[in-house]
């Protein structure tokens, strides 16, 4: 798979069939949403690999960048996803 973008090996697992039954039906629309947010990841990763190791030019932040705010909200996000994903599953 060598020139395989991480989008492409995304896509191509995807399309291979289910190995097994969940035992109930799956929330569409969860489905769809941890698929787009995959799909996000692998753009923003092959993006990333596609940039060289050390910027030409130096990139000029105009406001500071708050990293413990940003990893705070991720956070919770990610928290809030995994409950409604936990409340979805039993719900089925």
């Not at 039954?21 to 990763?45: F, H, K, N, T």
């Not at 990293?67 to 979805?88: D, H």
């Amino acid at each position: 798979m060598f020139g395989v973008t991480v989008r492409q090996k995304i896509d191509q697992i995807t399309t291979e069939p289910a190995v097994g039954d969940l035992g109930y039906p799956a929330d569409q629309r969860l489905v769809a949403s941890v698929m787009l947010g995959l799909q996000l990841l692998a753009d923003e990763i092959d993006d990333i690999k596609g940039r060289p190791a050390f910027p030409v030019e130096p990139i000029a932040v105009e406001c500071p960048v708050d990293v413990g705010t940003q990893l705070s909200q991720l956070t919770e996000q990610i928290r809030k996803l995994t409950k409604a994903v936990k409340r979805a599953s039993k719900n089925r």
